[in-house]
């Protein structure tokens, strides 16, 4: 396969050391360019091809969200990024609106997700490209393009079918794929629950593909990670000056999944507010963007998703019975990790098999410890721990002293049995005490390495920062 360049990433901050330490981070993987303000990046724009920029939002002079609306002017193909330590509403609706930042990032961040997020901008940039030569080719070859656009979504398909959850053949997960396939073809909503990490998302795109709808788009919303402003922003669309910021008209995102399927990730931390709009729009089957006079009718299979218990939810006022009818057509529960240790195997395996470094495998004791783990981040964090022995090993086999120290504590101290277990003893009040011991337990631990540093104690927990929250809530340690 031949290999790409390296895009190039403009990276401005007025802090010196910050600036030292993101050029340091990126240049394994990117050309990096530094500036220390808004008119030296400018300046060096005019000398340099740059693809990528990251841009701190406050700096003496010229704001980041400033900075980048110029640039989006001059050089509109540039992925933008904001990367701030504040969150205020205002500045996040401007960068989006104004300056069509594609990303804001928030202080402090972690190294590989960092990189992650810059990797996938990268991407967005190459597709871009792409996407602007096939246009042109469209207007030559109508044939050819059409063509190579019905593979494109034959590869999609095969790439997001239900193969993609890695199982075994025994596996507590077969029977819910079996019964997302069967209502794929039926056009009802779709509720999805389980734990953080468990492959909601890849449950809801095999539905998709394996649906009517399969040719149409396939959409998704973290409900959980904006305020309702701007999360009714997003899912409807706005129109110009509707708000402070709103200088352009923009289309939601039922209107991009129109005809297709609109994915709601984390419903259930929406707030009632929101949730009545939510309803509004499935009940009618169309929404009304911020700030127009006029409805627009929309067609959508709505797939949710969610960590908590909505009947418990429902029962305790914080969700809405009606909105939970509409959404749970059909309730597919995807088990925990540690309720399917015979999956770990095959998924290590598969993760192996696609590693940059192909042939390598895990030892019989390193997989042994994995199977004895509890997996509170379940799969996510699973791929971490992984991705981590991949990191550090040498040699053909990774071996158990390449594993997180508290994977390895637990499995001399002989496991943690109860996190193996799935049987209808996983359902017993001793158990449940005893799992929700390890996962205090973890957490704490984590928290203490990490100095409370929530966003990094969820990375290596494989959890989101709302899951970790919620973790923290119910075992009595936020």
């Known amino acids: 396969m031949t290999q790409r360049a390296p895009l190039s990433v403009l990276v401005v901050d007025d ?29 060096l724009m005019e000398g340099e091809c740059v693809q990528i920029i990251v841009s701190d939002q406050r700096m003496p002079g010229t704001s980041g969200v400033e900075f980048l609306r ?62 602007q030569r096939l246009t042109l080719e469209l207007r030559a070859s109508p044939e050819n393009l059409s063509l190579r656009v019905a593979n494109l979504r034959q590869k999609a398909k095969r790439l997001a079918g239900f193969d993609r959850l890695t199982r075994a053949a025994d596996s507590p997960l077969n029977a819910v794929c079996a019964m997302a396939e069967k209502i794929a073809a039926h056009d009802l909503a779709v509720l999805v629950t389980g734990e953080s990490g468990t492959g909601k998302e890849l449950l809801a795109r095999a539905i998709h593909y394996a649906s009517a709808r399969a040719e149409q788009p396939f959409v998704v919303e973290n409900c959980g990670a904006m305020p ?17 910021g709103a200088v352009e008209s923009r289309i939601g995102l039922f209107q991009q999944a129109d005809g297709g399927t609109l994915f709601l990730d984390e419903i259930g931390e929406t707030s009632p507010a929101f949730q009545v709009k939510l309803l509004r729009a499935l009940q009618e089957g169309e929404i009304r963007p911020v700030g127009s006079p006029r409805p627009i009718s929309v067609n959508v299979r709505i797939i949710a998703a969610t960590n908590r218990d909505l009947e418990a939810e429902v029962a305790g006022g914080r969700f809405r019975e009606d909105l939970y009818y509409r959404i749970a057509g059909m309730t597919l529960n995807l ?38 783990h509890a997996w509170p981040g379940n799969v996510r964090e699973l791929q971490n721990e992984v991705q981590r022995a991949l990191a550090l090993g040498d040699g053909p086999v990774l071996g158990v ?18 996190g193996v277990s799935a049987t209808a003893d996983d359902e017993s009040g001793l158990l449940r005490h005893q799992l929700e ?27 989101t920062r709302v899951g970790l929250r919620m973790k923290l809530v119910r075992l009595g340690l936020g």
Not at 97 to 111: C, E, M, R, S
Not at 228 to 244: C, I, M, N, Q, Y
Not at 440 to 460: P, W, Y
Request: charged content about 25%; proline content about 4%.
């Open 15 to 43: 802090e010196a050391r910050s600036l030292e330490t993101l050029r340091r981070t990126l240049e394994d993987h990117f050309t990096v360019f530094t500036a220390a303000s808004a008119d030296d990046a400018l300046a």
């Open 70 to 131: 110029g640039v989006r002017t001059r050089w509109p193909d540039t992925v933008r990024l904001i990367l701030s330590g504040y969150t205020d509403a205002q500045d996040i609706i401007a960068g989006i609106n104004d300056a069509g930042i594609w990303q804001y990032l928030l202080k402090p961040w972690h190294p590989d997700q960092l990189l992650l997020t810059l990797q996938s901008a990268a991407e967005l940039w190459r597709l871009q490209q792409e996407n």
């Open 228 to 244: 309702d402003t701007l999360l009714e922003s997003e899912l409807f669309g706005h129109k110009r000056g509707a708000f402070t």
């Open 335 to 372: 088990p925990a990790l540690r309720q399917r240790p015979q999956d770990i195997a095959p998924i290590v395996e598969q993760m192996l098999q696609h590693s940059p470094l192909s042939g390598r495998k895990m030892s019989q004791d390193a997989l042994r410890c994995l199977q004895q």
């Open 401 to 418: 002293e390449l594993l997180s120290p508290r994977l390895r504590q637990a499995d001399a101290s002989g496991g943690n049995r109860a």
């Open 437 to 463: 011991r390890v996962e205090a337990q973890l957490i704490h631990a984590a928290m203490a390495r990490h100095r409370g540093n929530k966003t990094r104690v969820a990375e290596e927990l494989g959890l």
